[in-house]
Structure formats: structure tokens, C-alpha cells
């Protein structure tokens, strides 16, 4: 029996190649192969498989990191600071930064993606980094409007607030959008 199926493993092979044993058939005239084979034993039908799943498999190219077209997939674009330039939310976040004390350094901070969806930690202005906050890593505290406090986590080389990030930011229902105004009003503690 091995003898057998050697032989038609064999003659289907010679089938798959045209008259002069170098190009594919086309793809319509391997369905209708396989339409014909049905009735035939099991071994057939899954060298045609082997075979249509090499025509498409063999040109694929590496996959890239999961999350690398995101943006793409879900018919999004990627959001950056700059998209919101002129928006009515800057303009606002820019008022109220001008009421503030001038006494304390403060920033506003547009959210993006990946401040609020996926990575929850978000970069801080550098030169306010360097100029009022401590050159290593420590604990800050936000405190929120309604007066309740966050230790998050400082990371000097990022420039960044990581650990406690994420609370704060469901707590505070943070949107792609939003903008929020740092106010420093001690070393290390934020309004």
C-alpha cells in the first residue's frame, strides 16, 4: 500500500506544474483539482492543502511588533501634542496657567495614547525637570481637585512619572485630549 501511495503523491506533484515543469498552475485550475479529488482518499487532498498554503505563506513577510501599526488597524491616526495646537483645550489650560501664582513653575500637559491607554507613565517638560525637581529618583504627589493626593513615582532619566500614574489617571477619567495644568506648590508636590 505505501507502494500505492507513493506513486500518487508522485503523479500529483507532476499535475501541480505546467508543460514544461518550471511555473504553477494557476490558483482557479488547483480549486478545480481539488473539486475533482473529493471523492479520493485523504492523502490527496492535503498535498493540494500543502501546496496552495505554500503559494501564500512562502511571500509573507516577518511580522512586526503587536502593537507597532495600532493606529493603522483601527482606522485611527497616531495623536500627538502638535494635533491639538490650536484647540479650544490648550486655550483654556493656557488661561489658567496665566492666573496661577507666578511665585511656583507650572506646565500643561495635552493627553495622548500613550499617557492614557497603554503605557501609563508620562514625560514631563526637561527643563522643568532640571530646574525644580530632584536629580534622582523620588516620590511626588499630585493632588487632584477634589484635594485628594497621589504618591506617583519620579524617574529622573525618563523625566517621566511612572509607578501611580495609572491610578491617578482612571481616577481621574483622563481622555486622549485631555489637558492638565502642573502646578508646583512645594518641592516634589503638585496641584
Known amino acids: ?13 507532476e499535475e501541480l506544474f505546467d508543460d514544461e515543469g518550471n511555473d504553477r498552475l494557476p490558483i482557479s485550475q488547483l480549486f478545480q483539482l481539488l473539486q475533482q479529488r473529493q471523492s479520493i482518499s485523504m492523502p490527496s487532498i492535503f498535498i493540494v492543502f500543502i501546496d496552495l498554503v ?7 513577510k516577518r511580522p512586526r511588533d503587536k502593537n507597532y501599526n495600532d493606529h493603522v488597524v483601527k482606522g485611527t491616526k497616531r495623536v500627538s501634542e502638535q494635533d491639538f495646537a490650536k484647540s479650544p483645550v490648550i486655550e483654556r489650560a493656557e488661561q489658567i496657567q496665566a492666573h496661577l501664582s507666578a511665585e511656583f513653575p507650572s506646565f500643561f500637559k495635552i493627553m495622548i495614547p500613550s499617557v492614557v491607554c497603554r503605557g501609563f507613565w508620562m514625560s514631563l517638560p526637561k527643563e522643568f525637570c532640571q530646574l525644580n525637581l530632584p536629580n534622582h529618583d523620588a516620590t511626588v504627589i499630585l493632588v ?14 525618563r523625566k517621566a512619572l511612572s ?3 495609572k491610578k491617578f489617571s482612571k481616577e481621574h ?6 489637558a492638565l495644568v502642573f502646578h508646583l506648590i512645594r518641592p516634589s508636590k503638585f496641584k
Open 173 to 178: 477619567g483622563l481622555l486622549v485630549g485631555d
Open 54 to 60: 505554500h503559494l501564500y505563506v512562502s511571500k509573507r
Open 144 to 157: 487632584g481637585e477634589t484635594g485628594k493626593e497621589y504618591r506617583i513615582n519620579f524617574l529622573v532619566q
Open 1 to 13: 500500500m505505501n507502494t500505492n501511495l507513493k506513486i500518487k503523491i508522485e503523479e500529483e506533484e
Open 163 to 165: 509607578g501611580g500614574w
